[in-house]
């Protein structure tokens, strides 16, 4: 329950492959997505890598999936130092950089537990939405071997939490044999903003030759802000470049092989990433067109989020056969100030002058419906002359001074994870199978404190009344006007099996299941005048989910595979805190229901997929692609209560996504490198819903063909040269990226939903070229790089408080940043 006032942030085998081909050279094509990596200029084709999404090592091209995964030289060449950076390559899946919500396939919600999965190698990191902003971390991509990103439910070998996909960051392993290792160095300059600068070094290799080895890593980046902190009153700038971000990442793994058959690998992982404030920009106070972003939030909003993860795997290998062990614990905690406190608390006491202004105007006897929790005042009695208090340039609150009211909020994780798996190792068996048992015990805790030691002095300004007299109670000792505290356990084991059988050596069936029991449960304590007194109390939820899954591929030719699965996810459901009841009642009563349910059930997805791989005129040319229809059905969801500020989450649905994509490599010549990366999705409500158990006359939530918020169309496009120049290996790369504009209505901008706001619009499409030229040297490569080379910036994520407010905040893309990269490889 969360106490935020506002609006919620955001064919056939060879035709389809023919029409990839036809489309790139026509083009230029671009951005490729494909878990392949292009020889050095001189090969005669292109070379795929190995990856591990079914568990055991493949190659791509024979891995029944929709796959893409990126390299470690993919992601150099590509400027990639994010999941949104990985994202804008990818096709069928979008990022919330505010969120941190990852879609895929249209399957995404701010509510519940996660809908992607997120590994680092063997173990799950993604969070449940135990409160407001409980955002997942990410790792960065410095010193990864890849990223795989598996598009469709994984839930059979990768649990709850892959019901829309899966995100596995690889990390490379110690060697036992060989000294490796780079040192990376960068700067950038951003048009209007500071500079971004980053350093790193790796080293690993035998400390006894083959059978003692280790790896070592340490990163740093500063990302240069560019929006500008102001004072409203005077629009001097108060803090240049406010929204700058640190970023530390450190790792350390060791490789033991006592025997030949038996390898233990104890790992740390640690981040630490310290954003100073957010990157939203007032639009009323801003000029995008040159460069001019400024924000007049008083309260800083800044974001520090730092996890450690310590690891063990043991791999024990018998004749024909391998008992894999991962034991993982993982401990995060997050301070972020998840919105203004400031805007909040005016919006909300703006809509008491309001209505006081509108009895004022059309008598006692009008009835309004903007009374935030009884907090209205009698016309004459407050200081209805001074609506709106929030105006498009800033806060009007003459004669007051500076008031600031801080948000914050704590997220923290503590996930112990136990894996233990046995699987085949003969590659060239016929029957190909894996069975393994998983068992997590998870405690997360979400804390949300609206801090705001002026209340009385502004409650006497506006209202003429005592904290007491208007509140029903003073602020909190610690001067907090509002407290939610919620910890919660989440505990779970499961079996899973899968096994592949080649009835013939081009035909192979597989079939995987996995059976879960899980239990959620929470504590609850809320308090403060904005929570209208104390409350609170426990919740629980427990569900045995079935997730099974099934496949047929057919190997046409050694360069050709068609394949089709059906596949099962879910999420774990959960239990709803207790709210104010009585201050509540109006937005209850709209709902067509007496009280707020106290729990929701686990929802899950029905995926239907066929697709095809494949390679062309000698493997210069390899594509994949992928069509799907999904059914998801009793969709976990956040409703806003709009009178009193709460948040409750229950099922809605049913909700379905239509879509494919596409994705090629091609090399015409040893020189250049094409590749494209295409998808489409369409994912919308497919029936009117209302609340459960809601009366007949209650309100409708969800209309049919509401979308899901996402942008249907994402293309990549991008195009490399590779040539000599003093006899020194030399390369430019191209990349365009588009996502289209989402023409359908959400139910925020649904005319018939009660949460309508006419002023909140879809995002625009959006365009992104950048441009990247370097030389190898040896073993060192410099790299030119110019990221959004035509400074594009659409106005993206618009939001006001409420629809009452008349201030606006925004985001966009980062304006033009130019730079130079160095590494140094041996």
């Keep these: 329950m969360q106490k935020r006032f506002g609006m919620p942030r955001r064919q056939a085998w060879r035709s389809g492959a023919a029409f990839v081909f036809a489309i790139g050279f026509a083009t230029g094509l671009g951005g490729e997505a494909l878990a392949q990596t292009a020889q050095p200029a001189g090969g005669s084709g292109i070379e795929e890598i190995v990856v591990t ?143 971004s600068y980053e350093f790193g070094a790796a080293l690993g290799g035998p400390i006894i030759d083959n059978e003692l080895g280790f790896r070592v890593s340490a990163w740093y980046r500063r990302d240069g802000g560019w929006i500008d902190r102001v004072n409203y009153q005077t629009g001097q700038v108060t803090t240049p470049n406010a929204n700058e971000t640190d970023t530390y990442v450190y790792r350390g793994a060791l490789a033991w092989e006592p025997t ?196 009385p002095a502004l409650t006497q300004f506006l209202w003429n009344e005592t904290m007491l007299q208007l509140w029903g109670e003073n602020l909190l000792a610690n001067g907090d006007d509002y407290i939610n505290d919620t910890i919660g356990h989440d505990r779970q084991i499961a079996g899973f099996a899968d096994a592949t059988y080649a009835i013939t050596e081009q035909l192979k069936v597989e079939a995987g299941v996995r059976y879960a029991f899980t239990h959620f449960d929470f504590t609850n304590f809320a308090d403060g005048p904005q929570n209208f007194g104390p409350t609170g109390g426990p919740g629980h939820k427990d569900e045995t989910p079935l997730t099974p899954k099934g496949n047929i591929t057919y190997q046409i030719t050694d360069d050709d595979m068609v394949y089709t699965t059906v596949a099962k996810g879910y999420r774990i459901g959960g239990a709803n805190p207790p709210i104010p009841q009585q201050e509540c009642a109006a937005d209850l009563n709209t709902l067509g229901i007496s009280q707020t349910p106290s729990s929701f059930s686990s929802d899950n ?113 991008g195009a490399e040269y590779n040539f000599t120049a003093f006899d020194h290996d030399d390369f430019i790369r191209l990349d365009y990226e588009f996502a289209s504009k989402d023409n359908r209505t959400t139910p925020q901008r ?8 006419p002023n909140l619009v879809p995002d625009p499409a959006t365009n992104f070229v950048s441009i990247r030229a370097g030389m190898n040297v040896g073993d060192w490569d410099f790299a030119l790089f110019v990221q959004n080379l035509l400074n594009a910036h659409p106005q993206l994520d618009l939001n006001h408080q409420d629809q009452y407010t008349e201030l606006y905040e925004a985001t966009t893309f980062r304006p033009r940043t130019t730079g130079i990269a160095i590494n140094y490889r041996y």
């Design 605 to 717: 997805v029905l995926s239907y997929e066929i697709g095809a791989k494949d390679k062309f005129f000698g493997g210069k040319l390899q594509t994949s692609e992928s069509a799907y229809h999904i059914d998801w059905n009793h969709i976990q969801q956040s409703i806003y209560l709009t009178s009193c500020g709460f948040r409750l989450t229950t099922n809605l649905g049913p909700a379905v996504s239509d879509g494919f994509d596409l994705q090629a490599v091609a090399r015409p010549t040893d020189a250049i490198e094409l590749d494209a990366a295409i998808g489409f999705t369409d994912a919308h409500y497919s029936a009117n819903q209302q609340m459960q158990g809601a009366d007949p006359a209650g309100a409708i939530i969800v209309y049919k063909g509401d979308s899901l918020g996402i942008s249907p169309w994402t293309v990549s496009l």
């Design 260 to 455: 030949s058959h038996l390898k233990i690998t104890p790992a740390i992982d640690y981040q630490n990433r310290q954003q100073h404030d957010i990157d939203d920009y007032w639009v009323a106070l801003s000029d995008p067109g040159n460069d001019k972003f400024k924000s007049g939030t008083p309260d800083w909003m800044p974001d520090n989020d730092h996890f450690y993860l310590g690891s063990l795997d043991m791999t024990y290998d018998f004749a024909d056969m391998s008992l894999i062990s991962n034991t993982s614990y993982f401990n995060r905690t997050e301070r972020v100030s998840g919105y203004s406190g400031t805007l909040y608390n005016l919006s909300f006491f703006q809509q008491s002058l309001n209505a006081a202004q509108q009895v004022a105007d059309n008598g006692p006897s009008y009835q309004y419906g903007a009374d935030p929790g009884g907090v209205a005042c009698a016309p004459g009695q407050c200081r209805i002359d001074l609506y709106p208090l929030l105006t498009p340039n800033g806060i009007n609150l003459p004669g007051f001074g500076n008031y600031v009211a801080e948000n914050h909020i704590l997220n923290t994780q503590s996930d112990f994870t136990e894996e233990v798996r046995l699987q085949s190792s003969d590659p060239k068996d016929a029957l190909q199978w894996v069975v393994g048992v998983f068992f997590a015990q998870n405690r997360q805790e979400s804390r949300e404190e609206i801090n705001d030691p002026q209340l």
């Design 750 to 757: 649904h005319p018939g939903s009660g949460t309508y706001d």
């Design 53 to 195: 999404a079914t568990r055991r090592e493949e190659n791509l091209s024979k891995v029944p999936i929709s796959v893409s995964a990126f390299t470690e030289a993919q992601m150099d060449d590509l400027e990639v130092k994010s999941f949104a950076d990985l994202a804008r390559f990818t096709p069928g899946v979008t990022f919330d950089d505010s969120s941190k919500d990852i879609s895929i396939r249209g399957i995404d919600s701010s509510a519940g537990t996660g809908t992607t999965g997120i590994y680092i190698d063997d173990t799950p990191i993604q969070i449940r939405v135990l409160g407001l902003n409980s955002n997942n971390t990410l790792p960065t991509v410095f010193d990864l071997d890849r990223v795989e990103i598996l598009r469709g439910p994984q839930g059979t070998l990768f649990g709850a939490g892959s019901e829309g996909g899966t995100v596995r960051y690889i990390t490379p392993q110690p060697s036992l044999t060989d000294f490796t290792g780079k040192v990376h160095a960068e700067v950038a300059l951003t048009e209007a903003g500071a500079p």
